[in-house]
């Protein structure tokens, strides 16, 4: 069964400091992997997206991980500001379908403190 | 900024009300998706599009229809509202090949 696991459930830093995001996933044949910031009553946007080939991507503050072989993906987010605070996301795309199907994680829940 | 528009944003009703939540998006996308998200959950796909005249079920039984008749517009409607149908609504697009998806705002949904 395609699965997206993702951990922490929910987090609480301070503003300025560093955090780390994880997923895992099972979905197969894989396509691609995004990471998703959703700001509470609003649509998901998308921060990064990485195919079986890359292994890093940045978005100003955001850095995404990829390893295929152990199927693990992580989101860095350096020097936290109070805007990030929100649910971030972790989509998994498969190719096993004309489709392209997209998996979702249930996303962890970021607060941001001053 | 994506092109993908829902309507409306937050929409409450009677029981038993039928309704239709818009979604249009102008970046000539052939795939389109319904997604229904709770409070503090993840998505849940209950309708996708390949093109037009093209719609599949998703993986979350729903109650609810939808139609392809355009490329660009992809209406969802609940024929009879329940308050069990009472949730956030997500449309998404995505280009062929799924590397790009875009998400709209959302629809908030409350049956009373």
């Known amino acids: 069964k395609n699965q997206v696991e993702q951990s922490p459930q929910s987090l609480i830093i301070l503003e300025g400091k560093n955090c780390t995001l994880q997923?895992?996933?099972?979905?197969?044949?894989?396509?691609?992997l995004r990471w998703y910031k959703q700001d509470t009553g609003r649509g998901p946007v998308s921060l990064t997206i990485?195919?079986?080939?890359?292994n890093t991507k940045s978005n100003g503050r955001y850095t995404a991980t990829l390893d295929a072989d152990t199927k693990q993906s992580s989101l860095h987010i350096t020097a936290s500001q109070l805007s990030d605070s929100a649910s971030y996301i972790c989509v998994v795309s498969d190719r096993g379908s004309t489709l392209g199907r997209l998996y979702f994680g249930r996303g962890t829940q970021l607060t941001v403190w001053p | 900024e994506a092109d993908i528009y829902q309507t409306p944003r937050y929409l409450v009703i009677g029981t038993g009300k039928k309704i239709t939540l818009e979604c249009s998006q102008t970046?000539?996308?052939?795939?389109m998706y319904w997604y229904q998200q709770d409070p503090g959950m993840e998505l849940h796909l209950i309708h996708y599009s390949y093109g037009v005249n093209s719609t599949e079920k998703g993986d979350l039984s729903s109650e609810s229809t939808v139609s392809r008749i355009r490329t660009e517009h992809f209406p969802l409607t609940l024929e009879s509202a329940r308050p069990s149908h009472t949730s956030q609504y997500l449309c998404?697009?995505?280009?062929?090949?799924?590397?790009?998806?875009?998400f709209g705002q959302g629809t908030r949904l409350t049956v009373v």
């Open positions: 998404a697009s995505s280009d062929r090949g799924g590397t790009e998806a875009f």
């Open positions: 970046m000539g996308h052939d795939k």
């Open positions: 990485m195919t079986f080939s890359e």
């Open positions: 997923c895992n996933y099972t979905v197969s044949p894989f396509s691609n």
